[in-house]
């Protein structure tokens, strides 16, 4: 048997295959953020496609950190019912589910967040021209509390798993960026200090969660910027800190809005060029003694067994693949799929909710 279908552990949580879907922004949660039944049909879909485990897309944890239109929203207990109903359908299915938690920080569109986005620093971001808000210390101690409130959320209402987004420049990853975050106080400067708050709200987490549920991260392996952000070396130490301070599992990532398409890399169409962070994973897999998912352009089977034989990664997550193809672990452990139909062209962001450009019958609607 191949080793993508032999179950392995991510802390408590026993996963059946090592497959995940990689959280992934839907566009499908009402404007004031409830789970709607084009998102329970969407992950009931998915759900029947054998996954390992399922992340659904960034949930904000206060209002001032939403970023996107139709994002799903985690706030608030209100939210709660709609989420169980969620875990609901994917369980029902055999599925696993956790879900990623975030706040959207100098990206979020001041019309989303209700005023200038906030950040560690002020720095302009050139993609669109604004430059946010620098947050002071109390509101930077007071950002800790919807993080941990929320991910007691995530518990209550039945998710396997919590993910904390520290990826893709929103604000945990702007956090542990040289390039966003140029604060002279304890919360900026050194390594240590750009990690202490990613820390801190990990370990309070684990405090109020206890030992036993399994906290995730996504965290940034690169900015991608050709000057002055997050270098892969530097991550290395991030991962090895957050580790200490009690995280189950470390998903690999890279990119911030400004760098272009780096998390979502444009055109990976050979072997050669899937897994662009899979250096990063390996140095964080060895350093950190945890297990890694590694993201990002993973598409063929031969390179999905190799990364896991060679100890690069333990999960092969994927989130483009699974839009054009959510059977697609079906695919490749019933008839030998040897690789995803997924061109990484990134027409499926989609603000009516996200679909494969190229096929024009994609069920997304109830
Ligand atoms: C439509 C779309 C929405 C995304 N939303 C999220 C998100 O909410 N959270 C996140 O961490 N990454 C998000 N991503 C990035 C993916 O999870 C993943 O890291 C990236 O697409 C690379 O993996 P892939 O090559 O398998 O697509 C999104 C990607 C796409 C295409
Ligand atoms: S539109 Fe379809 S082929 Fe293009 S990246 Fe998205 S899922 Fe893949």
Known sequence: MSVLFSAYRIGTLTLENRFIRSATHEYMASEDGFVTDQMLHFYQRLARGRIGLIIPGFAYIHPRGKSSPRQAAIYDDRFIPGYEQLVDVI???????????????????????????????????????????????????????????????????????????CAHGYLLSEFISPHTNRRTDKWGGSTENRTRLIVEIVREIRHVLGRDYPVLIKLNSEDGLKRGGL???????????????????IEV????????????????????????????????????????????????????????????????SMSRPFIREPDLVVKMQDQNKQVADCISCNGCFDPNGIRCALITDQETKV
């Open 231 to 249: 270098t892969p070396r530097e991550s290395v130490k991030v991962a090895r800190l957050i580790a200490e301070a009690g995280i189950d599992a």
């Open 91 to 165: 369980h029902r299915e055999g599925g696993k589910v956790a879900l990623q938690i975030v706040h959207g920080g100098r990206q979020c569109e001041p019309e989303q967040c209700g005023g200038m986005p906030l950040a560690p620093s002020a720095v302009e971001d050139p993609a669109v021209g604004l430059v946010p808000q620098a947050l002071t210390e109390q509101e930077i101690l007071e950002i800790k509390e919807p993080f941990v409130r929320a991910a007691e959320r995530v518990r209550r209402a039945g998710f396997d798993a919590v993910q904390l987004h």
């Open 253 to 316: 990532s890279g990119g911030i809005r400004e760098a272009g398409a780096v998390a979502a890399r444009l055109n990976v169409l050979s072997p050669e060029k899937e897994a662009y962070f899979r250096k990063a994973a390996a140095k964080i897999k060895a350093t950190t003694g945890l297990p890694v998912v590694l993201v990002g352009g993973i598409r063929s089977r031969s390179v999905m067994e190799s990364l896991i034989s060679g100890g690069t990664a333990d999960f092969i």
